[in-house]
Antibody, heavy 120, light 108 residues
């Protein structure tokens, strides 16, 4: 079964750091681009970042550029999101999602999400 | 940056047809993808590349894209279709993914 499982969310103070992980299974992880998407409470989906299959190319939303870093370990079938200098507005459910085959820019598999709360 | 505009809400009676629009500058030149999200659940891809359906998605779901508007059409609407729907494109000029603000579909 194709599956993505996020972990690493929690409560963190403003200015703090957190690293999210996304464990992939049931498919050849190293062949797919991956994305992070977040959703603030009661709000819509917002794209955060994407990484290509070998990790050599990344892209970020303006709101997180310079603070968040996406990476991957294909040997461990795991995607990461390092989040630094966190702000209250980063509070959200964070989803990892698999890009469509052949680097397509749709997302065909999603995890259940992990919740990040930034508050003092 | 590229902006996608969706109506906040659409209401439809069971058995009727729901149409959810997604507006963007010359969106017809882009590939549009649609997601369904039910409360407390992760999004699910329902349409990709404007009009293709992933396996397992009913034929009642269809899509079109032309000019400045893309449309998700749900025929013979059922109570289980009640959800939030999001359109999405890739903005090649900025290499960023863009989501619309979402539309809440209510089945009356």
């Amino acid at each position: 079964e194709v599956q993505l499982v996020e972990s690493g969310g929690g409560l963190v103070q403003p200015g703090g750091s957190l690293r999210l992980s996304c464990a992939a299974s049931g498919f050849t992880f190293s062949s797919y681009w991956m994305h992070w998407v977040r959703q603030a409470p009661g709000k819509g989906l917002v794209w955060v970042s994407r990484i290509n299959s070998d990790g050599s190319s990344t892209s970020y939303a303006d709101s997180v550029k310079g603070r968040f870093t996406i990476s991957r370990d294909n040997a461990k079938n795991t995607l990461y999101l390092q989040m630094n200098s966190l702000r209250a507005e980063d509070t959200a459910v964070y989803y990892c999602a698999r890009a469509g085959y052949d680097a397509a820019f749709y997302m065909d598999v999603w995890g259940k999400g992990t919740t990040v709360t930034v508050s003092s | 940056s590229y902006v996608l505009t969706q109506p906040p809400s659409v209401s439809v009676a069971p058995g009727k047809t729901a149409r959810i629009t997604c507006g963007g500058n010359n969106i017809g030149s882009k590939s549009v993808h649609w997601y369904q999200q039910k409360p407390g659940q992760a999004p699910v891809l329902v349409i990709y590349y404007d009009s293709d359906r992933p396996s397992g998605i009913p034929e009642r779901f269809s899509g079109s894209n032309s000019g400045n508007t893309a449309t998700l059409t749900i025929s013979r609407v059922e109570a289980g279709d009640e959800a939030d729907y999001y359109c999405q494109v890739w903005d090649s000029s900025s290499d960023r993914v863009v989501f619309g603000g979402g539309t809440k579909l209510t089945v009356l």
